[in-house]
């Protein structure tokens, strides 16, 4: 009876710190990826300002071919959306929408996950050299329940290789 008692002890001792600890984390999330292109910020822009063109090189349309996609508003630029649903866990269900965009320099987007949360995505382009420094970044923020800062915790291994992924898409679809 006494060893039973003390892994309870034990356990509830770890879910209590596991709780005090999440507190501790960041609350603010940012995860960030760049990759030089070998092309003017003129055309790479044409990619990132319009979700129709995103969808062409996004690192989640290959982990869900069967993806569902939907696009509303202007073709390009501010106001532009897309909605997609996925049975895929990795990919979800969602909704983004441009909500600024400076000419040939950058992009700024709203996520909205549902259930799951929102974001802020954005792309910066920087001359550099003969090409373009594409960095591509996301903002979110997880919340004061220790739970979601866990989970903040693990977004830059969640998105990272995707972002990346993504990256290596675009560039090969700007300088192909």
Known sequence: MRLIRNILIGLVTLALLAVMGGFLLPRYVSVERDLVIDAPPEAVFPHISSLQAFAEWSAWGGIDPDMQI??????????NIMEWASEQPNVGNGRQEIIEIVENESVRTTLDFGDMGAAEAWWRL????????????????????????????MMDRRIGANYERGLARLQAAVEG
Do not use: K, Q, Y
């Open 126 to 153: 920087v001359p550099d050299g003969e090409g373009t420094r594409v960095i591509w970044g996301l903002d979110a923020d997880m919340g004061s329940a220790p739970v979601g800062r866990w989970v903040g915790l």
């Open 70 to 79: 939907s696009f509303s508003g202007p073709d390009t630029g501010v106001g």
